[in-house]
């Protein structure tokens, strides 16, 4: 979508600082602040990803229905392991990657809304499509984030869902009438071409919740009136779609924890170093992850046009150099 380039090219905040012509004055000891991240040249020189992993060095997904305890669970998992626990991506998540101390406006997040999705699935302007389209991309730069986290740290990831199992709200979607045929065959594309550069979870843990009792839990929630129906069919996706077909390349537990893991099936098996070095080019260039969803396809729920377009960018502007302004202040 359109406003999420500008996102990425114009970033807000301290990170908007590095975006417009700042006059560095020499001095002593001085030079200008500079991020020193991986590169072909680490790698030349000798920086290698796989010394620094152990046994531990894994990426688990912990999936379920909604309301269905996988946050508390993942976060316990992860103190009890050592690992790094990452909670579920939302409409904000850029926000909280480029350190806004308060979300910006929802037109310059995807313009689409949980709440109005709950409250109005089948609404007329397309915002259920927007909202799947949109979280799928969080959930893909999260990922890339907990990757690189992984290979630069040696620390294992627990994340709440990814991008690979995102696919059981967009059959629920499309089950219940919220979203159309064209919408489906939208994502079917970007999904494809997308999720093919990353490596699935070394281990999904499937939370199973009936869907009865996961309504009885949202009616204590700010979501109260959620369908069964919507949620029977993401219970169904998961155990007829992805449990299936994630099964062939992760480990999977759906029930007992406890279970032994042998983590000796999947892509992971086959990397080296090589492979490694360019995943994490990959993953820690977030331009080019989001460019993995965007494709030359007309989408009335997803387009803007270009009057629309030409307003969001100067107000997003309008947002930056307003913010740089409070910065500079800041320095006297």
């Keep these: 979508m359109a406003l999420r380039v500008i996102r990425m090219v114009f970033p807000t905040g301290s990170t908007a600082l590095s975006s417009v012509n700042i006059v560095h004055k020499a001095g002593v000891h001085t030079s200008p602040v500079r991020r020193l991240g991986y590169g072909w040249w680490a790698y030349a020189l000798g920086e290698r990803t796989t ?74 302007d397309g915002n259920s499509y927007r909202l799947q389209h949109w979280m799928y991309l969080m959930r893909l730069l999260q990922y890339s984030d907990a990757i690189e986290h992984m290979l630069t740290t040696g620390q294992g990831v627990i994340l709440e869902r990814s991008p690979f ?3 059981v709200f967009l059959e629920a979607m499309s089950k219940q009438g919220y979203i159309r045929k064209e919408c489906v065959n939208h994502y079917n594309e970007i999904k494809h071409i997308s999720i093919c550069e990353f490596l699935p ?10 869907a009865e009792e996961v309504q009885k839990k949202l009616k204590q929630t700010l979501y109260p009136n959620v369908p069964l129906a919507y949620l029977k069919s993401i219970e169904d996706s998961y155990k007829k779609s992805y449990l299936p077909t994630v099964s062939e390349t992760s480990e999977l537990l759906a029930y007992d924890v406890t ?38 396809r007309f989408l009335p729920e997803i387009t803007i046009g270009a009057h629309d377009f030409d307003e969001k960018y100067f107000a997003y502007r309008s947002v930056c150099l307003g913010l740089i302004l409070v910065e500079r202040l800041k320095l006297f």
Aim: include cysteine; charged fraction near 25%.
């Design 259 to 296: 279970q032994y893991l042998s983590f000796e099936k999947g892509p992971w098996l086959e990397q080296d170093d090589v492979s490694y070095h360019h995943m994490r080019m990959l993953v820690e260039d977030k331009d080019r992850v989001a460019t993995l969803t965007a494709i030359p």
């Design 165 to 167: 199992s995102d696919m």
């Design 51 to 124: 010394p620094r992993l152990n046994r531990l060095s894994k990426i688990f997904a912990v999936e379920g229905n909604l309301a269905s305890g996988k946050g508390a669970f993942a976060q316990t998992l992860a103190d009890k392991l050592g690992m790094l626990y990452m909670p579920e991506a939302d409409t904000f998540y850029i926000d909280k990657m480029t350190g806004e101390k308060q979300p910006l406006h929802v037109d310059f997040n995807g313009m689409c809304s949980l709440e109005k999705f709950y409250t109005d699935p089948k609404a007329a």
């Design 201 to 210: 979870p070394h281990l999904v843990i499937y939370i199973d919740q009936p």
